[in-house]
């Protein structure tokens, strides 16, 4: 695109944001404060139940082997409905799909916590999960539709990733609180309370959400991508438990591979495509839903390894786990705020991306140095507000990134591929670090074995085996640093796609038919 070319494209799409910002609901705070609600609810549960476990096992009586499905039920659901139940929003309206997904959330965390056996609380989850993908893309694309001004744009995508960002750690914090003073059951029942408040919210301040005129759902795409995804998860997920070498491990696995594939090719001829072309092969908007995936396998060894040193090694309760936490929640609020209030106009999203990589590098490469017996503020405060500033720069950029440009016809799926490749990147993260972490731990006890394990050598493997997974979350995130910013494009995002500004050159193409 030539200079000419491109004042002109910033220039309407100025106009077209002024002329948005003048007709803007007035309302439209209220309407942020809503969704965050929403937002906060998700992202609270994907942590809220680890502290949960133990006492639920006890009082329920489930095995160790059977306790990964209270986990794993959720996120096979939640990960592979995301894209179905994102583009479910744009053809019957994000308003219904966001009052339907709060209130089958609400039923589900009612039913589970009034479990009284094993398999009801894993029903309950994985409705949970199922309602969560409902949820997800409609709060974030609610969220594109309502600002379109481009400086308000960036403060309410400021606040929606520092609830994005901080919510497992304040998951940990409320789930350490609620195990150890109510009941782990409250860890479930505390949803009706964020649920109740996004429906009033939803209720009174919604308007109407317009439906994508003569679309039609994309069944055989829908089958592709819901299958593969569902084979991906439960593949990484069983090894995590069972190993990478298991037949079904292998062959789940290979066939998340292949459906993906063809539905990837589908895609390309479909009359309407579930996930269109147009919206993914942006290569702004692909670096963003890459970073989400690539940051949700390294998160991963920042909170499971980081409370299992804190509270197995150094013996904090769950509840001094959560506070430990508090200043990286603090530091990404601050920073996802700055990010996009004040960075993200002047920049764009690829410094912030590399910057926010290097940072979560540096933070690991800083945790390596624990040991048995180190403080909180000599070993853990640094690396952990590090580690804050890195994840407040990556999730101011994201979510607004990955959403940008998007004609409101699929506001909803593209809010749900950022979502899918945080969830996908999770459960890759979860099966690679825990295997990595065993094999380290087990081949440390074998090299320094002379006769009887003494507690302080177990100590040690155990402490090897955190370090390993720094090390390997380093290199994660150096890697993202150096991938998705030669993805991404240089500048602000100054020349969006499919929004019909009054420059006709700016005007979507139509959907094939």
Not at 82 to 111: M, N, P, Q, Y
Not at 378 to 392: D, E, F, K, Q, R
Not at 438 to 452: C, D, E, F, P, Q
Request: net charge positive; charged share 10%.
């Amino acid at each position: 695109m030539s200079t000419t070319q491109a004042t002109t494209s910033n220039e309407a799409f100025r106009r077209f944001s002024d002329s948005k910002a003048g007709d803007a609901d007035p309302r439209r705070w209220l309407i942020l404060a809503t969704i965050c609600t929403a937002a906060l609810m998700i992202v609270l549960d994907v942590t809220v139940m680890n502290l949960a476990l133990p006492s639920a096992q006890r009082e329920l009586g489930f095995t160790n082997a059977d306790r990964q499905w209270i986990v794993t039920a959720y996120a096979l659901s939640f990960g592979s409905l995301l894209l179905f139940c994102g583009r479910l929003a744009d053809l019957i309206g994000r308003k219904v799909t966001f009052l339907t997904g709060l209130a089958g959330f609400a039923a589900a965390s009612a039913v589970g916590g009034a479990s009284g056996s094993f398999t009801m609380l894993v029903t309950a989850r994985a409705c949970q999960g199922v309602f969560a993908a409902l949820l997800a893309p409609s709060a974030l694309s609610l969220l594109t539709t309502t600002f379109t001004d481009v400086r308000e744009r960036g403060k309410a995508f400021g606040v929606y990733g520092a609830v994005a960002a901080s919510g497992s750690g304040l998951g940990l914090l409320l789930g350490g609180a609620l195990t150890s003073y109510l009941s782990w059951r409250w860890c479930l029942y505390v949803n009706l309370l964020f649920a109740a408040a996004g429906i009033i919210g939803g209720v009174l301040l919604l308007g109407r959400q317009p439906k994508t005129p003569g679309a039609r759902l994309d069944i055989p795409g829908v089958v592709a991508v819901s299958g593969g995804m569902f084979c991906l998860v439960y593949g990484f997920s069983n090894a995590a438990t069972q190993g990478w070498g298991t037949p079904s491990t292998v062959g789940f696995l290979a066939a998340g591979v292949v459906l993906l594939i063809l539905f990837a090719a589908w895609q390309t001829r479909a009359a309407h495509p579930l996930l269109p072309p147009r919206v993914i092969l942006d290569r702004n908007r692909g670096g963003a839903y890459l970073t989400m995936l690539i940051t949700g396998a390294g998160m991963f060894g920042i909170f499971l390894f980081l409370i299992y040193y804190m509270q197995v090694t150094l013996g904090y309760s769950p509840v001094k786990s959560g506070v430990a936490i508090l200043p990286m929640v603090v530091v990404i609020g601050v920073m996802a705020n700055v990010g996009n209030i004040v960075l993200m106009p002047r920049l764009g999203p690829r410094p912030l991306l590399i910057a926010g990589m290097l940072c979560n590098a540096a933070g690991m490469v800083w945790l390596t140095g624990i040991g048995v017996h180190s403080g909180y503020a000599s070993a853990l405060l640094g690396p952990l507000v590090v580690t804050g500033i890195g994840m407040g720069l990556i999730f101011s950029f994201a979510a607004n990134t990955g959403t940008f440009g998007v004609a409101p016809r699929d506001a909803g799926i593209a809010s749900a591929s950022v979502n899918t490749g945080q969830q996908l990147g999770g459960s890759i993260g979860t099966a690679l670090l825990n295997t990595i972490a065993a094999s380290a731990t087990t081949s440390y006890l074998v090299s320094h074995l002379h006769g009887r394990p003494e507690p302080q050598l177990a100590q040690l493997a155990l402490i090897h085996g955190y370090t390993t997974v720094f090390w390997w979350c380093a290199g994660i995130f150096a890697a993202g640093a150096i991938i998705c910013g030669a993805l991404l494009r240089p500048g602000p995002l100054t020349d969006p796609e499919d929004i019909p500004a009054a420059n006709p050159s700016l005007q979507a193409a139509p959907a094939r038919s």
